[in-house]
T-cell receptor
């Protein structure tokens, strides 16, 4: 089982609709969870971080975390063509000061005008 | 401006010819790491460093070396490159855990280095 799993997509969503991206992780000791957006050939850009169960909203983005189910999701409301990108889920485990950030393979999202 | 700078950005080299990809950050971050990104495999950590002279293997360290002689620099060394090391490489840095404060766990990525080994 992969440490961090995402559907690779592509996920196509009409402009203005809600895009829902999902991620599961295997290490129950995971403490921090991140969503990165990556345009083709560019470096990842942090969109959201979440550390405790529940929802965290930032503008059009909402991250949801359920540690019992080992599940984290990202909702993008009022999707725009500029949201078309690959979204990477990342999970961090910290042990004795050492950190490991593990990425999923990413979900390719296309917003259809 | 906060930056992680990688060089070269693009390189085509031949099998066995040693090369170094440099990485430098101007944010006084303790933590630096190298990732490679391949289609279908995502971002995989090669090596990381918690501070000067402290380095450790990530998930895919074979064929790579690193050094951390200064806080700002973390070069990636391919002693004898092979075609399976053709990839997109990212350097990243972040503050030490206890120093993150309101900035949280922001990790800053370099722009990437496209490496082709023929």
């Amino acid at each position: 089982q992969k440490e961090v799993e995402q559907n690779s997509g592509p996920l196509s969503v009409p402009e203005g609709a809600i895009a829902s991206l999902n991620c599961t992780y295997s290490d129950r000791g995971s403490q921090s969870f991140f969503w990165y957006r990556q345009y083709s050939g560019k470096s990842p850009e942090l969109i959201m971080s979440i550390y405790s169960n529940g929802d965290k909203e930032d503008g059009r983005f909402t991250a949801q975390l359920n540690k019992a189910s080992q599940y984290v999701s990202l909702l993008i409301r009022d999707s725009q063509p500029s949201d078309s990108a690959t979204y990477l889920c990342a999970v961090k485990v910290t042990n004795f000061g050492n950190e490991k950030l593990t990425f999923g393979t990413g979900t390719r999202l296309t917003i259809i005008p | 401006e906060a930056q992680v700078t990688q060089n070269p950005r693009y390189l085509i080299t031949v099998t066995g010819k040693k090369l170094t990809v440099t990485c430098s950050q101007n944010m006084n971050h303790e933590y630096m790491s190298w990732y490679r990104q391949d289609p279908g495999l995502g971002l995989r950590q090669i090596y990381y460093s918690m501070n000067v002279e402290v380095t450790d293997k990530g998930d895919v360290p074979e064929g790579y070396k690193v050094s951390r002689k200064e806080k700002r620099n973390f070069p990636l060394i391919l002693e004898s490159p092979s075609p399976n090391q053709t990839s997109l490489y990212f350097c990243a840095s972040s503050p030490k855990y206890r120093d993150r404060g309101v900035s949280g766990n922001t990790i800053y990525f370099g722009e990437g280095s496209w490496l082709t080994v023929v």
